[in-house]
């Protein structure tokens, strides 16, 4: 599966965005869909990740209650609504893609073979 994502850019502290991973080649079906996030001289970190049979979804305790991830079967997309922006969310983003995750191993870089190309987000303060 092919990923691509979109929709990052400059926004104030408080603010919102929503960015998109959309998928082609195959569905996202039987699949986990994730956002990492990378800032400057810092490791790839587990955002949040939604399993696309059920729509469970999981987020990290950075951003719970301000980030939404949801999916749209018909688009084969997944989106990741960000609000109450803070400048410590400036980062990369990346969506990532598998088949195979471990519900254990979820949040973990080397669960995913599919990644997208990074789309940055940057809040100012």
């Known amino acids: 599966v092919q990923l691509q994502a979109s929709g990052g850019g400059l926004v104030q502290a408080g603010g919102s965005l929503r960015l998109s991973c959309a998928a082609s080649?195959?569905?996202?079906?039987?699949?986990?869909v994730a956002w990492f996030r990378q800032a400057p001289g810092k490791e790839r970190e587990f955002v949040t990740a939604i399993r696309w049979n059920g729509g469970f979804t999981y987020y990290a305790d950075s951003v719970k209650g301000r980030f939404t991830t949801s999916r749209d079967n018909a688009k084969s997309t997944v989106y990741l609504q960000m609000d109450s922006l803070k400048p410590e969310d400036t980062a990369v983003y990346y969506c990532?893609?598998?088949?195979?995750?471990?519900?254990?191993?979820?949040?973990?870089?080397?669960?995913?073979?599919?990644w997208g190309q990074g789309t940055l987000v940057t809040v100012s303060s």
């Open positions: 990532a893609a598998d088949s195979n995750v471990i519900l254990s191993a979820m949040r973990m870089v080397d669960s995913y073979d599919y």
């Open positions: 080649g195959r569905s996202f079906r039987n699949h986990y």
